[in-house]
């Protein structure tokens, strides 16, 4: 399968729905869950500070570093499998990527927030591609200007979601809690980021 065009007004939304294999995800996912160097950091939101809902952290080849929610992150080198996997997702996107911020929910009391990939150093109309590995979640977007119906994605173990054109400018979008769900999910979220 390949990625298939969402209807979608004011952007760009792409899914392939397998562009990992069963087993490419389940050994990407095992390694990973282990070897990456996950951060559990505070946030301030609204000038309370808490402890971030999830785990991440961000990589990339070059000394950049990404700021959002008062945090600044420092890019550490690609893990091999992660480079691996940001080469693959070029070739089939014909997009480039220079980093990546990769979450880590470790059930479903873990959550994003609505947001935007919105920050200046992502250009006008980024592209954001986001590749889900681990428990199936629902991915929610809603229009910033409620012209446009929310949408509901459900987000598979190996799919690949591309968000692009205007999207970032127009809808926000979120990772709800499942509380039900007791198995961990990483979601990477490759960008370009200029600087």
């Avoid at 990625?3 to 490419?24: R, V, Y």
């Avoid at 980024?126 to 929610?140: C, E, M």
């Avoid at 809603?142 to 205007?166: C, F, Q, T």
Wanted: with cysteine.
């Amino acid at each position: 399968m390949a990625l298939e065009q969402l209807p979608i007004i004011d952007g760009e939304l792409s899914l392939d729905e397998c562009f990992l294999t069963i087993s490419q995800a389940d050994q990407l996912l095992e390694q990973l869950l282990s070897e990456l160097p996950w951060r559990h950091d505070e946030l301030t939101v609204y000038g309370k500070s808490h402890l971030m809902p999830r785990k991440h952290c961000f990589q990339s080849s070059e000394k950049i570093s990404y700021q959002y929610s008062g945090l600044v992150l420092d890019a550490e080198p690609y893990h091999p499998k992660v480079l691996q996997l940001k080469r693959y997702l070029e070739a089939v996107t014909g997009r480039e990527f220079n980093a990546v911020l990769i979450n880590l929910y470790r059930d479903g009391h873990d959550k994003m927030g609505w947001h935007s990939d919105d920050e200046t150093e992502l250009g006008d109309n980024p592209n954001i591609a986001s590749v889900s590995l681990g428990a199936q979640r629902t991915f929610k977007l809603r229009h910033k200007d409620k012209a446009a119906a929310d949408i509901n994605l459900e987000l598979a173990h190996g799919s690949l979601l591309l968000m692009a054109g205007a999207l970032q400018r127009h809808w926000q979008h979120a990772l709800p809690q499942r509380k039900k769900v007791t198995q961990p999910r990483i979601n990477f979220t490759f960008r370009y980021l200029y600087r």
